[in-house]
């Protein structure tokens, strides 16, 4: 019987911490700000900026929206973004992923300051993550290592293997799960034999952005299953109901990674918050 890894209620812990931290800092006249940018009109990139906001909300945090034209050039953005760098009543800055194509997603990341890159997007938070004191690891893979630990699921020694190599979710998990002393196979679009390798995974995280792509009878009898995927109609990227008869514990979709992925972004914002008040 597969133990559900109920990531809402991993979520609300979270949240619940953080109430006091965030009363203090308004208290002390600083209201934890997160702002979000989102460039061009894509519908799901909408709703997740939405949802973002309303948790910031819902804390008592500020959420700052800051929705840039489709035709928006890369020098625009960056100068948005160091416009935020620059307002000290802004703590956290988050580039909603994808921009248009015409835009240079890279030259955008690197544009947020470090103090602020509360979603590890750049190259300076990225690295810091891949040597084990990253401030601020992106949000998702973040998410994926306290569901892990919120059940007391152990990482060290096992055979963790990732689907995905994504700059902010398959290479910075795969890290994490390599600075827990994991053994970890990363997995992409290019590698041959992907069901064998799955099949002796003892934590397999699901990070390609394919519904139902991880079928049941990869799993190994008992493997933890983390499955990062958000498709259309609330669909992971793992076949849940077959994966459920193999896995050992498995994160659903929805109620799994994605809420905790929030929870760590507005647990970033507020550190960074803190941070910010006391230098
Ligand atoms: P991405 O940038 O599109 O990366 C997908 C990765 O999957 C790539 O590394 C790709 O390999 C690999 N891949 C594609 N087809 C494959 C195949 N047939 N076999 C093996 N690997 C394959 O996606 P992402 O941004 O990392 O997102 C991945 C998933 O997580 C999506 O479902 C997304 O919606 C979800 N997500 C969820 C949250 C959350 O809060 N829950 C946050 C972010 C993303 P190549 O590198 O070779 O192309």
């Not at 700000?33 to 945090?61: F, H, P, Q, W």
């Not at 979603?119 to 300076?124: I, K, N």
């Not at 050992?248 to 760590?264: D, K, Q, R």
Request: aromatic content about 4%.
């Amino acid at each position: 019987m597969s133990m559900i890894l109920d990531g809402a209620s991993v979520a609300a812990r979270i949240k619940e911490k953080l109430g006091p931290r965030i009363q203090k800092l308004i208290a002390g006249n600083v209201t934890p700000c997160l702002a979000t940018i989102l460039v061009g009109a894509d519908s799901s990139s909408e709703t997740y900026v939405r949802m973002k906001g309303n948790a910031c909300r819902k804390l008592g945090m500020e959420s700052r929206r800051i929705h840039l034209d489709e035709s928006t050039t890369t020098e625009q953005l960056v100068d948005e973004i160091r416009k935020l760098n620059d307002d000290a009543t802004v703590h956290g800055i988050l580039l909603q992923h994808p921009v248009p194509h015409h835009i240079d997603e890279r030259a955008a990341f690197e544009a947020i300051s470090i103090d602020k890159d509360v979603d590890g997007v750049t190259t300076l938070g990225f690295a810091q993550t891949a040597f084990g004191f990253g401030l601020y690891p992106s949000c998702t893979p973040a998410a994926i290592m306290t569901i892990l630990d919120a059940y007391n699921l152990p990482i060290e020694g096992k055979h963790a293997v990732v689907i995905g190599r994504s700059p902010i979710l398959g290479k910075p998990v795969s890290l994490m799960l390599l600075n827990r002393n994991a053994t970890v196979t990363i997995c992409h679009s290019k590698t041959e034999r992907l069901d064998e390798i799955v099949k002796s995974a003892d934590i397999v995280v699901a990070a390609v952005g394919k519904p139902k792509f991880v079928q049941g009878d990869w799993i190994k009898p008992g493997a933890v299953v983390m499955d990062a995927g958000y498709n259309k109609g609330n669909v992971g990227d793992v076949d849940y109901d077959a994966c459920l008869l193999n896995a050992g514990a498995i994160t659903p979709v929805p109620a799994g990674v994605g809420p905790v992925t929030i929870a760590m972004l507005l647990k970033h914002t507020v550190d960074a918050a803190e941070r910010m008040c006391s230098k």
